[in-house]
């Protein structure tokens, strides 16, 4: 659990590592913004490309194998980052380290659920999720920190804790037969699921500087429709897919599914506009919004941790329903933001926010996963991660274009907030409301997780019980 975890944050922390610096490496090479974006622009779609393949690698490879590529690759990306000689090649390095940051993620979750008890589900859960809390938790601190000595240590400081995961995973994961026959991927699906993300994250990454009506977001638009169609198509007609789709027919797994999604909308919004707004209108610097949103985000590893503990007694629907609440009225309590706001109304209502995430997010997953046979956990976690990194694009992209939107159509500036402070603020306060509308939707979603009661040993874990009122699972045998 330590190897999984340590690896699970290894590399959600190379996900945001740059995130709050990323203004710092305009100066350092002379650069502008539209091409500096393009280290997060160009990792965000590496991530989402590799998520689709990891259920393939793990069959063909072996999960332990996997791993231990995935953690020497991260590690010879960080040290390779670190000697880029101009913003091309870091661009380049990064947009490498993310496609191995994209099988992490879900190969992570597939092995606690394909070697792990199913009574140990719920708590390895929990950990694997403050995993993921934490990178974004100490990133903006700490790469601020390094930045101020040279900007080389951002990816340095990553490589003791790479050897070291690689360590536990080469000592402590166990050896495990390769599940799959299959020798090599379905080359058609392949294309098909590749060009299709590529297109969508193109869609809405650059939805705000291109604009709706531009032809070149038209064309890749329905370029990303017919290509996933037919990627879609392909999965449910031929006997070994890249992705088991049929998973889909488990009412269990796509609820607790488009939970999470709806949960990672509306994560997106606070994180991505609340550092906005304290360093652009409060004028903060990025180490300082990073040591002020760092006690709330603790406060998730905290939440995370309770609903670990409550779920075999509460079940996925009560603690989804409570988390949803939290987030809902923390966001609210955003939308009220101005220029006079103080830190402490921040850190008390992002401590809330991550609180419900923390809640919530947990028993969500563990639902949907718990309700999947073991030798399709592959596949269920690469749908997971596969989803998350999709919504979490569409997330940024969308709340980022309404943003502008709105804060235009007061007259104001969007990337200045002293050319109309009012406008900037109100820009911001829409942001928060659609965020309210589209978090809303967890709630009647919660309400499908139903638990069905059975008669289940002194040792059962309650997971068990959430999975038994799916519906019946339609499944292409693999064997």
């Not at 995130?19 to 913004?33: E, M, Q, R």
């Not at 690698?57 to 101009?86: K, P, Q």
């Not at 080469?170 to 590529?198: M, W």
């Amino acid at each position: 659990m330590a190897a999984l975890f340590l690896g699970s944050f290894l590399s959600i922390y190379h996900v945001v590592s740059l995130n709050a610096v990323l203004p710092g490496f305009i100066s350092i090479f002379h650069t502008d913004l539209q091409t500096a974006q393009w280290l997060m622009t160009g990792f965000t779609l590496a991530t989402g490309m590799a998520a689709p393949l990891c259920a393939y690698l793990e069959e063909r490879f072996g999960a332990r194998r996997l791993f231990l590529l995935c953690t020497v690759m991260l590690t010879l990306c960080s040290i390779i980052c670190s000697f880029a000689w101009n913003i091309g090649s870091l661009i380049v390095f990064r947009t490498l380290q993310g496609v191995f940051c994209g099988i992490m993620q879900p190969l992570t979750l597939s092995i606690i659920y394909g070697t792990l008890p199913k009574e140990q589900h719920s708590s390895a859960l929990g950990w694997w999720t403050m995993s993921t809390i934490l990178g974004p938790a100490l990133a903006p601190t700490v790469s601020g920190w390094l930045l101020q000595s040279d900007w080389r240590l951002l990816f340095w400081v990553t490589v003791p804790l790479g050897l070291l995961v690689w360590w536990m995973g080469y000592t402590y994961l166990p050896h495990q037969a390769v599940r799959g026959a299959v020798k090599r991927p379905d080359i058609p699906s392949l294309c098909y699921v590749i060009g299709g993300t590529l297109s969508l994250l193109l869609v809405f990454s650059n939805l705000n500087r291109w604009g709706i009506a531009s032809p070149a977001l038209q064309a890749l638009g329905i370029s990303s429709v017919c290509l996933i169609t037919l990627f879609i198509r392909r999965s449910l007609r031929i006997e070994r897919p890249l992705l088991q789709l049929h998973l889909f027919a488990n009412r269990t797994f796509t609820a607790s599914l488009s939970a999470s999604l709806i949960l990672i909308t509306g994560l997106y919004s606070g994180i991505y506009f609340i550092p906005l707004f304290l360093q652009q209108v409060q004028g903060m610097t990025p180490m300082h919004v990073g040591l002020l949103l760092l006690p709330p985000a603790l406060t998730m590893t905290l939440a995370t941790t309770v609903a670990s503990k409550l779920y075999a007694r509460l079940g996925a629907r009560k603690l989804l329903i409570a988390g949803t609440l939290l987030l809902l009225l923390a966001t609210w309590q955003f939308s009220r933001l101005n220029e006079h706001s103080s830190h402490g109304f921040v850190m008390l209502w992002m401590a809330v926010r991550y609180m419900g995430i923390g809640l919530s997010m947990t028993p969500a997953m563990n639902a949907g996963m718990s309700a999947v046979e073991p030798r399709l956990s592959s596949h269920a976690s690469a749908l997971i991660n596969w989803i998350r990194q999709a919504g979490g694009a569409l997330a940024i992209g969308v709340f980022t274009a309404y943003f502008y939107a709105r804060t235009n159509a007061y007259g104001g500036d969007p990337g200045h907030y002293a050319a109309d402070a009012h406008a900037y603020i109100r820009g911001l306060s829409d942001v928060f409301v659609l965020a309210l509308v589209l978090t809303s939707f967890g709630l009647p979603l919660s309400l499908l997780l139903r638990r069905r009661r059975r008669a289940v040993s002194s040792g059962s874990n309650a997971a068990a019980q959430e999975a038994g009122d799916a519906a019946p699972f339609v499944s292409r045998s693999l064997d």
